[in-house]
């Protein structure tokens, strides 16, 4: 397997993906796309405390939450000794509202469900030479029409329904 630093360079230049939020768009096959995230604290003018959020893609996890958790279910970490109970309430309370079931921490530090890391794992073990968006043609960023399938039938592509699919990488 290669190191962390291999793998994202590989996530950017063959799949466009640059964070969590894309990691989780392109390989979780759940029709509800959900990952956990760490928000460090922050000491600034609008005063963040440290959390584990659960992010919904395309969708919010938390409709009555506070303005600044921007309608995410939020657990609040008291301190060091908080970290990993927060994070276990996170995860529960996902599993919980059936959003996956075990969760598995990516490259980027943050929690997917085991499905999404299975076929990230998949797409870099089948060495797939390119994830293109639909539209997309490879090193272009213009939306002519993609026709050549992937040769190793690499899980990665995202049907073209998908409300994301016309994103550039």
């Not at 509202?97 to 469900?113: A, P």
């Not at 890391?117 to 293109?132: Q, T």
Request: net charge positive; with cysteine.
């Amino acid at each position: 397997m290669p190191t962390v630093s291999v793998q994202k360079e590989l996530l950017r230049e063959r799949a466009g993906v640059f964070n969590p939020h894309n990691f989780c768009q392109m390989f979780n096959p759940a029709e509800k796309k959900v990952y956990i995230e760490y928000r460090p604290q922050d000491n600034g003018r609008a005063f963040q405390g440290a959390a584990w959020q659960v992010h919904g893609i395309g969708f919010d996890t938390h409709l009555g939450a506070f303005w600044r958790d921007q309608r995410r279910k939020t657990f609040d970490v008291r301190g060091r000794d908080d970290r990993a109970a927060k994070l276990a309430e996170a995860t529960a309370w996902a599993t919980e509202q059936g959003y996956g079931t075990e969760w598995v921490r990516d490259i980027f530090g943050c929690y997917q469900t085991a499905e999404t890391i299975a076929l990230y794992k998949d797409w870099l073990s089948n060495d797939c030479p390119v994830i293109l968006w639909p539209g997309q043609r490879p090193g272009t960023h213009d939306h002519k029409p993609y026709h050549d399938p992937c040769p190793k039938n690499c899980p990665g592509r995202l049907p073209v329904d998908t409300p994301f699919a016309t994103r550039q990488p």
